[in-house]
């Protein structure tokens, strides 16, 4: 499972290191697509679990599935570690997520979160102790 959040820099030729016990759970080759969730993000996937999310797509009536395809496969890239564990971020997807210097690589149980440093840091102002306990209430545990 892929937990923790990590900062890394991502260097001018748009290449960011993934801490080595997440790329662990990722395996040697993974996608890496626009954020689906609502949020201005980026997505990794182990090839398994892009696989569960392409067929949870498909169940969507044609017309949905149609939508949410263009949106995440015209975003979408295959992608490998170097030798040094990081991996390249395609252009497109850096500037859709307006990455560039530091980001925020967050595990997310079943896939990774990459985002921009300070969009980062707004989004999670938003999470209080009390806000996030009103949501653990729903669990009943």
Same mark, same amino acid.
């Given at each position: 499972?892929?937990? !923790?959040g990590y900062n890394h820099n991502i260097d =001018? =030729? !748009?290449?960011?290191?993934?801490?080595s016990k997440l790329r662990d759970e990722l395996g040697s080759n993974f996608m890496i697509c626009r954020g689906i969730y609502g949020k201005r993000c980026l997505c990794v996937y182990s090839?398994?679990?892009?696989? =569960?999310?392409?067929e949870k797509i498909g169940e969507l009536p044609s017309a =949905?599935?149609?939508?949410v395809r263009r949106f995440l496969y015209d975003g979408a890239f295959n992608v490998e570690f170097d030798s040094q564990g990081r991996i390249l971020v395609p252009a497109s997807l850096r500037e859709y997520a307006e990455l560039e210097g530091e980001a925020h690589i967050i595990g997310m149980v079943t896939n990774l979160e990459i985002w921009n440093k300070e969009h980062w840091a707004e989004e999670n102002e938003q999470y209080t102790p009390e806000s996030i306990a009103s949501i653990v209430e729903e669990l009943d545990f």
């Open positions: 499972m892929l937990y !923790g =001018k =030729k !748009g290449r960011i290191a993934i801490p090839n398994e679990q892009w696989e =569960k999310l392409v =949905k599935s149609s939508v």
